[in-house]
């Protein structure tokens, strides 16, 4: 994937007293970390449907060749599979988040 995750401005934190400074200070956008999720998400649906679009292709007899179908197919499925990795790493730090004691 083209989307690179970047990490936090270097003012989004003051560690002086401990505030958020800046948008991450409940600001009613959305934060850099959710819009770059969700075009992440948007990009491997976009995978997805091109794989199917190619493989409908491959079966109704329009498609050029198995080669560029199986490729893909094989991307989608990387694309996927690195997903449920993210999903699965943000769920266990909410987890290790939750079960901290303030």
Not at 42 to 64: I, P, T, Y
Not at 90 to 101: D, F, H, L, W
């Amino acid at each position: 994937m083209s989307n690179t995750i970047q990490g936090l401005p270097q003012n989004a934190f003051d560690p002086s007293n401990g505030t958020s400074l800046g948008r991450f200070a409940g600001s009613p956008g959305q934060s850099d970390f959710m819009s770059t999720l969700s075009n992440a998400m948007d990009q491997v649906g976009q995978l997805q449907s091109e794989a199917d679009g190619k493989v409908a292709q491959l079966l109704n007899g329009n498609g050029q060749d198995v080669h560029s179908a199986m490729i893909a197919v094989e991307k989608a499925s990387l694309a996927f599979a690195m997903m449920v990795q993210v999903r699965n790493k943000i769920v266990q730090a909410y987890q290790q988040v939750s079960g901290m004691q303030f």
